[in-house]
């Protein structure tokens, strides 16, 4: 049997250094690569964390020959500490720009197509910021999954959706209005063949967005108004951006912001389908956590990009 677990040693009794040390052990995976990564011998490493479990009373780590793994008490212990020195990080670095610029790091997701024109206009217009606040520096995720804000502590995301934002712990700032519009590959029209009414897209291959299984009911609205079809494909994926390069590969036809694919219709990678056809369903965000206290680096980079791509995404690209 284990140590029993007691209670924990009170705050002033604990040296944060012990904490950053024990963090970067878990996060390392072992005493060796710990002590690699902070400049330590690794005893000193092994001292610290031992003199760490000692002030709070627990075991935190189940040492074997072969790797190392945290106790029930250590996986409680390690969100408490990673959030502690988080603050700490960020009280620091508000400290630091209280009296001259802001500094530290931001971390922003976006779509997955860096080459679209959201992409481009991003690059633009984070370029002007970091020459202005030279101090900060931005971590930027491309990716076509949905991610976790909160728990990835990514301060900021564009996001491209049709419909509404349902996370109410996030708060979204619409960017710009945007027509779903239909699109394919010259290579798969070529092969395929050119849909002429949106019922011939019954048989064509379509990318699903959101479909239960390989097909779905699409609305399209067009000079005779609505009209609907039951389509069928490949591939099915739950973030729209994916679907651009989807499409620019020939898998098939794909319904998608017409925002995101002006880059890659104008240099010939994608072609309009239909182009008297859309739906005024898609939307650009700016989403970011609902938090009261938010370091001053992120409310002027959120600011900025909202006002910037909300100029720029309004105007026709040229």
Do not use: C
Request: without cysteine; charged residues 20%; hydrophobic residues 40%.
């Amino acid at each position: 049997m284990g140590r029993p677990e007691r209670a924990v040693a009170t705050s002033t009794t604990i040296d944060l250094n012990r904490v950053a040390t024990w963090v970067q052990v878990v996060d390392s995976g072992s005493f060796t690569a710990a002590a690699r990564a902070l400049g330590l011998p690794k005893s000193s490493v092994s001292r610290s964390i031992q003199r760490l479990e000692q002030e709070l009373g627990l075991s935190l780590l189940s040492r074997t020959t072969r790797k190392l793994t945290l106790t029930p008490a250590g996986e409680r212990y390690l969100v408490s500490a990673r959030e502690a020195l988080r603050m700490l990080a960020e009280a620091r670095a508000e400290v630091l720009s209280a009296d001259g610029e802001p500094r530290g790091l931001v971390r922003i997701t976006a779509p997955l197509d860096p080459t679209s024109r959201i992409g481009g206009v991003l690059a633009g217009t984070l370029a002007t910021f970091l020459r202005r606040y030279p101090a900060v520096h931005v971590d930027i995720l491309f990716t076509g999954r949905q991610v976790d804000l909160v728990a990835e502590r990514v301060d900021l995301a564009i996001r491209a959706r049709a419909g509404k934002l349902d996370d109410s712990t996030l708060v979204a700032r619409k960017i710009a209005n945007d027509t779903l519009v239909l699109v394919a590959s010259p290579s798969y029209l070529s092969e395929q063949g050119t849909p002429r009414r949106v019922a011939d897209l019954a048989r064509h291959r379509m990318i699903l967005f959101n479909a239960t299984g390989s097909s779905q009911r699409i609305k399209l609205g067009g000079p005779s108004g609505t009209e609907s079809v039951t389509v069928q494909g490949p591939v099915n994926v739950n973030e729209m951006s994916f679907q651009l390069p989807l499409a620019e590969h020939g898998i098939g036809i794909a319904l998608v912001p017409a925002l995101l694919v002006e880059l890659s219709v104008r240099e010939g990678r994608l072609v309009h389908v239909l182009p008297q056809y859309g739906r005024r369903e898609a939307s650009i965000y700016l989403v970011y956590p609902a938090q009261r206290q938010v370091p001053k680096r992120v409310t002027l980079l959120r600011d900025y990009l909202y006002v910037a791509l909300k100029r720029e995404l309004s105007m026709p690209l040229i």
